[in-house]
C-alpha cells in the first residue's frame, strides 16, 4: 500500500510526489533554491509546483538588468518561498530595482491627482527642455520657486497655447515641491467639476474642503469646462477665496485662456452676462497668482 502525506485537507500520493520533485531536480535553478532553503526534502516535495514556479522567477532575477526586461508575473517581484515552523511559504517580494523605483516616486504619497496622467504624473523639472523658444519666463519662474519654497508668496497663473507644455511644467513643479514632503493636488478642472457632480450623495464636501486646505494646489485647464454659474459660484469661488484667507496656501492656475479671456469665460452662463461674480473671481486669482503668458511651438506635434 502506497503511503499517503497529508497537505492541509488533501493527501497525496507520496510515490508521485517524490517522482515529480526527484524530475524537478533535474533543473540546476530548482536545486538551487531547495539547496537555499535546507530543509527536509519530504517538506519541499509537497510544494514541488510551488517551487518550479519560484525557481523560474529566482532564475530571472538572477539575469535580469532592470524593470524594463522583467519577466516575472508581478512586475519587479519574485515570488519566492521562506520557512516559517517547518513549512514553507510562498510570497511577492519586490527586487532592488523595484525598490528603488519606489523610493524615487515616493513623493507621490504626497499629492492627490484629480484625472491627471500617467506622463504628467511623472513629470521631471530637471529632464525639461529650458531651450523651447517662449518657454524661458515660465521656466526661470518656476526655478526660482522651487529654490524659494517655502519662502513665496504667490502661485503662478501660466497661459498659453494648447501643446505648449503649461501643465507638464506646472506639475514637474509640484512633484519637486512634494519630495520636500508638502501635500499638493493636482485637479484638472473640467473632469473635476464632471466627477463632482455625480459625488454630491457622497464625498463632495469633502473634495472642496481638501482643495481649500492642501498646502499647494493646481487649477489645471481653468477655462476648457462649459461655464455654468454652479461651477463658477459654488465651486471654484469658495476654493479661491478660502485659499485667499489662508496666506500659506500657494495656487497655481494653467489655461489656454488669457485673463482677459477668462474674465468672458465666467461673465457668460446661462443666466446672462454676470461681470461682477466675473471680477470677483479675477480679483482673488490676481491676489493668489502672478501671471506668465507663454507662447511656444505646440510640443505634442513635434
Given at each position: 500500500?502506497?503511503?499517503?502525506?497529508?497537505?492541509?485537507?488533501?493527501?497525496?500520493?507520496?510515490?508521485?510526489?517524490?517522482?515529480?520533485?526527484?524530475?524537478?531536480?533535474?533543473?540546476?535553478?530548482?536545486?538551487?533554491?531547495?539547496?537555499?532553503?535546507?530543509?527536509?526534502?519530504?517538506?519541499?516535495?509537497?510544494?514541488?509546483?510551488?517551487?518550479?514556479?519560484?525557481?523560474?522567477?529566482?532564475?530571472?532575477?538572477?539575469?535580469?538588468?532592470?524593470?524594463?526586461?522583467?519577466?516575472?508575473?508581478?512586475?519587479?517581484?519574485?515570488?519566492?518561498?521562506?520557512?516559517?515552523?517547518?513549512?514553507?511559504?510562498?510570497?511577492?517580494?519586490?527586487?532592488?530595482?523595484?525598490?528603488?523605483?519606489?523610493?524615487?516616486?515616493?513623493?507621490?504619497?504626497?499629492?492627490?491627482?484629480?484625472?491627471?496622467?500617467?506622463?504628467?504624473?511623472?513629470?521631471?523639472?530637471?529632464?525639461?527642455?529650458?531651450?523651447?523658444?517662449?518657454?524661458?519666463?515660465?521656466?526661470?519662474?518656476?526655478?526660482?520657486?522651487?529654490?524659494?519654497?517655502?519662502?513665496?508668496?504667490?502661485?503662478?497663473?501660466?497661459?498659453?497655447?494648447?501643446?505648449?507644455?503649461?501643465?507638464?511644467?506646472?506639475?514637474?513643479?509640484i512633484n519637486e515641491i512634494a519630495k520636500k514632503n508638502?501635500?499638493?493636488?493636482?485637479?484638472?478642472?473640467?473632469?473635476?467639476?464632471?466627477?463632482?457632480?455625480?459625488?454630491?450623495?457622497?464625498?463632495?464636501?469633502?473634495?472642496?474642503?481638501?482643495?481649500?486646505?492642501?498646502?499647494?494646489?493646481?487649477?489645471?485647464?481653468?477655462?476648457?469646462?462649459?461655464?455654468?454659474?454652479?461651477?463658477?459660484?459654488?465651486?471654484?469661488?469658495?476654493?479661491?477665496?478660502?485659499?485667499?484667507?489662508?496666506?500659506?496656501?500657494?495656487?497655481?492656475?494653467?489655461?489656454?485662456?488669457?485673463?482677459?479671456?477668462?474674465?468672458?469665460?465666467?461673465?457668460?452662463?446661462?443666466?446672462?452676462?454676470?461681470?461682477?461674480?466675473?471680477?470677483?473671481?479675477?480679483?482673488?486669482?490676481?491676489?493668489?497668482?502672478?501671471?506668465?503668458?507663454?507662447?511656444?511651438?505646440?510640443?505634442?506635434?513635434?
Amino acid at each position: 500500500m502506497k503511503s499517503l502525506i497529508n497537505v492541509g485537507d488533501l493527501k497525496y500520493d507520496n510515490t508521485e510526489l517524490k517522482k515529480a520533485y526527484k524530475e524537478a531536480l533535474k533543473d540546476n535553478d530548482f536545486k538551487l533554491l531547495c539547496e537555499k532553503l535546507k530543509i527536509d526534502e519530504n517538506v519541499l516535495m509537497k510544494y514541488t509546483s510551488y517551487l518550479e514556479e519560484s525557481s523560474k522567477e529566482f532564475s530571472n532575477c538572477l539575469n535580469c538588468k532592470g524593470l524594463s526586461e522583467c519577466k516575472n508575473s508581478l512586475l519587479g517581484h519574485a515570488y519566492l518561498p521562506r520557512v516559517v515552523n517547518g513549512l514553507l511559504e510562498f510570497n511577492y517580494k519586490k527586487c532592488n530595482y523595484k525598490k528603488k523605483q519606489d523610493k524615487q516616486y515616493n513623493y507621490q504619497n504626497n499629492i492627490v491627482y484629480y484625472n491627471v496622467s500617467k506622463e504628467n504624473k511623472l513629470a521631471d523639472f530637471s529632464k525639461i527642455d529650458k531651450r523651447t523658444k517662449g518657454r524661458q519666463e515660465a521656466i526661470l519662474w518656476l526655478n526660482n520657486f522651487i529654490e524659494k519654497y517655502p519662502n513665496v508668496s504667490k502661485g503662478l497663473y501660466l497661459s498659453g497655447n494648447t501643446g505648449s507644455g503649461k501643465t507638464h511644467l506646472v506639475i514637474a513643479t509640484i512633484n519637486e515641491i512634494a519630495k520636500k514632503n508638502i501635500k499638493c493636488a493636482i485637479a484638472f478642472w473640467p473632469d473635476f467639476l464632471r466627477n463632482l457632480k455625480s459625488s454630491f450623495d457622497t464625498d463632495y464636501e469633502e473634495k472642496i474642503n481638501y482643495l481649500i486646505n492642501v498646502p499647494v494646489l493646481l487649477i489645471d485647464d481653468l477655462g476648457g469646462e462649459t461655464s455654468t454659474s454652479w461651477a463658477r459660484d459654488e465651486v471654484l469661488f469658495p476654493i479661491l477665496q478660502g485659499r485667499l484667507d489662508d496666506k500659506d496656501k500657494i495656487t497655481f492656475i494653467t489655461s489656454n485662456l488669457s485673463k482677459e479671456l477668462l474674465y468672458e469665460h465666467l461673465s457668460l452662463t446661462k443666466q446672462g452676462t454676470e461681470v461682477v461674480k466675473a471680477e470677483r473671481l479675477i480679483s482673488r486669482i490676481n491676489s493668489l497668482t502672478e501671471y506668465i503668458f507663454m507662447e511656444s511651438i505646440d510640443l505634442r506635434n513635434k
